[in-house]
């Protein structure tokens, strides 16, 4: 009787020290596989993260160069080069020959047509002082006006204009050096080339 005691009693307690052990490593398995599972979710998070991170910067991207594209297409179509000045074409004109009208309505114009030396000397030498302030105004629009590129080329051409106008005044001053009618001659081609630019430049850069 008491061997099957024993007997009953050593089984129990290997029993109980077998669910204790498994009881004592539960909580340590179970704490592995929340650790494990955790890791997993967090590298799933972070790589779908990085995924949208990088869905994003594409779509940003192509969205940029989209961009970029359209802009130099529509370069082209903005870049307007002005060649002209509109609407002021019938007013300059009308202010040239104001200037005109005002110079023969001046008092020593008759004597000047009459050949007077002195008259003449002083009427085509006012008159050509006119006319270079009208060409200055003129000159003074258009390069406000006008596009860099055809505003270059067109002090350009002034600048060799400049020089074929004085050349000239030069020449016809040279066939009457040392006589009265030299600066006579120097006035009227002055006055002459001068008054004839200003008409150019308004009927080639201006329109109505």
Not at 49 to 67: F, G, H, I, L, V
Not at 140 to 149: G, H, I, R, T, V
Not at 181 to 193: G, K, P, R, T
């Amino acid at each position: 009787m008491k061997k099957r005691n024993m007997f009953i009693v050593t089984t129990l307690s290997a029993m109980l020290f077998v669910g204790m052990s498994a009881c004592s490593q539960s909580p340590e398995e179970d704490a592995a596989n929340h650790s494990e599972s955790d890791t997993i979710a967090a590298s799933t998070d972070d790589t779908a993260a990085e995924s949208t991170s990088a869905s994003e910067d594409k779509e940003n991207n192509q969205s940029n160069e989209a961009s970029i594209e359209n802009s130099s297409q529509e370069s082209p179509e903005q870049v307007h080069s002005v060649t002209k000045i509109e609407g002021r074409k019938t007013e300059f004109l009308e202010k040239l020959d104001n200037v005109q009208k005002e110079m023969d309505a001046m008092p020593y114009k008759k004597d000047s047509d009459k050949g007077v030396t002195n008259a003449m000397k002083d009427y085509y030498g006012v008159s050509y002082e006119k006319y270079d302030d009208a060409l200055n105004e003129i000159y003074a629009l258009l390069k406000q006006e006008l596009s860099p590129d055809v505003m270059e080329e067109l002090k350009t051409q002034q600048v060799k204009w400049i020089e074929q106008k004085e050349g000239k005044a030069e020449k016809e001053r040279l066939k009457y050096e040392g006589g009265t009618f030299e600066n006579v001659a120097w006035y009227i081609s002055l006055y002459e080339s001068t008054k004839d630019r200003c008409y150019e430049l308004v009927n080639e850069y201006m329109t109505d």
